[in-house]
């Protein structure tokens, strides 16, 4: 048996990954609940097309994570995946339960993160995908970057201590430790919104998640 009842797949989790990118999000959460994978290198989608049309041939929209379950599904979506992980596994230890009372601000702020800041990486990662010239572009990815510090200060001042629901950990504090890691960056977020940058390095201080942000980060 596997996490928590969940079997164990003779085929394991297959996750399309790149050190450091959004991965990470789900490569922490398999390591949390026990389950095996296997880490599929993608290379830059970007700038590389051979690892773009690699990708293309499991998921047409070209985007990490991708991840390939047991069964030879295919899912992505980030969001997703953490809230099918915890259903799957019959954990409520990263996503609060249905009766839970840290469970509406958990899913509100879940999809905040993922509908509102990860979309900004998507439009400021190459600018010039939306903004083909190149001065233009410049100037869209610095506003772009503007408004995603305006969306960390927001979830910062909904932001509990120790953990973002309060006392109690979940997948937030994950988004939140992966995420300081990206724009804007560590240095930021100290400076900024401490009370996130303290949450990140606790999350980055649990053993269980030890090795997997030593090989996504170093």
Do not use: C
């Not at 840290?102 to 979309?119: C, H, M, Q, T």
């Amino acid at each position: 048996m596997g996490a928590d009842g969940v079997k164990a797949a003779a085929v394991p989790w297959r996750l399309w990954h790149n050190p450091g990118w959004g991965s990470a999000l789900v490569e922490m959460q398999l390591v949390w609940y026990g389950l095996p994978y296997e880490l599929i290198e993608v290379g830059d989608i970007y700038a590389d097309v051979e690892a773009r049309q690699r990708l293309a041939g499991v998921n047409a929209r070209v985007q990490v994570p991708t991840l390939l379950l047991p069964g030879g599904q295919v899912m992505t979506e980030s969001a997703a995946i953490t809230l099918y992980l915890a259903d799957l596994t019959g954990r409520d230890d990263l996503v609060p339960g249905p009766g839970a009372a840290e469970r509406a601000a958990f899913l509100r702020w879940l999809v905040f993160i993922v509908a509102n800041i990860y979309p900004t990486f998507t439009f400021a990662d190459v600018p010039t995908r939306f903004v083909r010239d190149e001065a233009a572009a410049k100037g869209f990815r610095s506003a772009v970057e503007t408004y995603a510090q305006t969306l960390w200060r927001e979830v910062a001042g909904a932001a509990g201590a120790p953990w973002f629901l309060g006392e109690r950990f979940s997948a937030l504090d994950i988004y939140i430790a992966v995420m300081n890691h990206w724009r804007p960056r560590g240095d930021w977020f100290a400076a900024e919104t401490p009370g996130l940058a303290a949450i990140a390095r606790r999350v980055e201080a649990m053993p269980e998640l030890a090795e997997a942000f030593k090989r996504n980060f170093g």
